[in-house]
């Protein structure tokens, strides 16, 4: 089986850091919130060598997941961190501008100090992680069941395994490194049931009502691999999972 491929923003692109459980951070921070640095004290170089030196923003809170904020608040990034702030969207991973903040109080003064591994998660799967955390869920969402597989498969006209492109004008998630759409161009890789020669456009079928989404196509020009059920009875060709594809083992899809 080949490997499936989500968006190529990071090592896990999909979760936080793994060695950074969310329920731990929640556990730990004395406050999280979504932001943007609006500004920092000093910029660090895009070749800069690691680690990087203490740095102290501004930054502008969008949304507070835990604890009590205004809508501005000083943050430290302490020194010999693996990832350093900036005020500018950069291709480098080491880079953070935008995402969930996990905070602890400055206990030298004013403002609140960044902890853990990557201190700024900003993976698309980040913020849905907390969400679900907060909800007293699992931070990921289980994998699709024997008895899902079985009706995808029993309902699709057309099962493929491809690379799912996002059409930039249906956004319906917007993260710090890639956004995400509800309509798509597939380009088949393997077609496993029905016929696909050419490149389709789909659109993403009704999802469950789960606390941070599901999942959505990628904007991006790698895209994201995968294993698409598409039922094409309406006429508009759409795409049945409720399981991200690329979470999908190729193995485990109903054969006959």
Known sequence: ??????????????????????????????????????????????DESRPHAAQTATV?????????????????????????????PRESYDAKWAGVFT???????????????????DDAGALPAFQRVLAGQPERVPAATEAQLKDWAARADIIVFATARGASDQVTLR????????????????????????????????????????WAFPITEAGEDGVYFIDTSSGTPTVLNTTRPSQINENRIPRG
């Open 175 to 214: 993260t710090p490194r890639t956004d995400f759409s509800t309509s798509a161009t597939l380009t088949p890789i393997e077609v496993l049931k029905g016929t696909m020669t050419a490149p389709m456009q789909v659109v993403q079928g009704p999802q469950p009502e789960t606390v941070g989404g599901t």
């Open 103 to 121: 905070l602890k109080r400055n206990g030298d003064g004013d403002g609140y100090v960044l902890f853990g591994n990557t201190g700024v998660q």
């Open 60 to 88: 502008d809170v969008e949304q507070v997941l835990k604890g009590d904020a205004p809508t501005t608040i000083t943050v430290t990034k302490p020194a010999d961190t693996r990832y350093y702030l900036t005020v500018a």
């Open 1 to 46: 089986m080949r490997t499936p491929t989500t968006p190529p923003t990071s090592a896990a692109v999909s979760d936080p850091n793994p060695e950074e459980p969310v329920a731990e951070l929640l556990a730990q921070a004395d406050l999280v919130v979504v932001g943007t640095v609006a500004s920092v004290d000093r910029e660090v170089a895009a």
